[in-house]
């Protein structure tokens, strides 16, 4: 299992008459090569978390493991884990500033102690997988869109080799393009080179769709957790903390209510349209049209 978390507790302003309680005992296992999405509403403690992933924040209680090692014990490298576990912020692009796109993909390299040679090697690698091709490396970062900066960015991180990626947000801001280009250069990391993905994300289609597992935190605690079937079958409990399901789910479950005998545990639009058509065809074969 690559992150084990336990009994993790956060404290914001620890200390000083602002101090509040972010995150509260939260136990979640992140296992190797899975793609799990975490949501919940502005200010439940989604971003606090993951920030714990690789050592940034500084949790009151509990632990991380990672690959069986404590993270915050003494002595442990958080220079060689932040090379594994690569966070990717919200508008990550707001992070570039070297004067070409390849000096600011080779930076988090040779940062962690690649020699010049392997950076630059693992810095077109990382380039290539995200569709930004050698015409551009000599391009000022800040002369790409802004689904090329953000491809740019996550270049960045992946050019470090990491095992698992986590991202806050990273279609934020986007045009539709842009926006299914990341998620699917995302998939394909995950699904092609076995990285473990971490998905922090607002949109309820987007972690249905590729998401494996869900964690919904509420409040900075775990409120739920499972398969995107079993979240979204809660949609009317996820109302209650300010989350909903897919459309997609409230569309089957409005059709079930007027009598049509459809899934309603199905979660993607793509396989509604399909239910909906093999329904439609087993009525009009039933009824003789």
């Not at 802004?146 to 470090?160: D, H, P, Q």
């Not at 990273?170 to 394909?188: C, Q, R, S, W, Y």
């Amino acid at each position: 299992m690559a992150i084990v978390i336990k009994d993790l507790n956060y404290i914001y302003g620890a200390g000083t008459v602002f101090e509040k309680q972010g995150l509260k005992d939260i136990n979640l296992t992140i296992e190797d090569g899975e793609f799990i999405g975490i949501i919940g509403r502005t200010g439940s403690g989604k971003s606090t978390l993951i920030q714990h992933l690789n050592g940034l924040n500084v949790p009151a209680s509990g632990t991380i493991l990672y690959n069986g090692e404590d993270i915050y014990k003494k002595g442990y490298s958080k220079k060689k884990l932040r090379s594994k576990v690569g966070l990717v912020f919200q508008y990550p692009e707001y992070q570039l500033f070297e004067t070409t796109v390849l000096s600011d993909v080779r930076f988090g390299p040779k940062n962690i102690g690649m020699s010049a040679e392997e950076a630059d090697r693992s810095a077109k690698e990382a380039l290539s997988m995200v569709g930004i091709h050698e015409d551009m490396y000599n391009a000022s970062p800040f002369e790409l869109s802004g689904g090329e900066k953000r491809r740019a960015a996550i270049a960045g991180v992946l050019a470090m080799k990491p095992e698992v990626l986590v991202l806050d947000e990273p279609t934020a801001g986007l045009d539709p393009k842009g926006k299914n280009e990341i998620l699917e250069l995302i998939d394909k990391l995950h699904k092609n080179d076995g990285v473990t993905i971490v998905l922090v994300s607002h949109s309820m289609e987007d972690v249905a769709k590729y998401a494996e597992r869900i964690a919904v935190i509420n409040d900075g605690e775990i409120f739920a957790c499972g398969t995107p079937r079993e979240i979204f079958s809660r949609y009317k409990e996820l109302e209650k903390i300010g989350l909903s399901a897919p459309q997609t789910v409230y569309l089957l479950n409005e059709l079930k209510s007027i009598g049509y005998d459809v899934d309603t545990g199905i979660i993607t639009p793509d396989e509604a349209v399909k239910e909906i058509l093999m329904h439609t065809a087993q009525t009009a074969y039933t009824e003789g049209i």
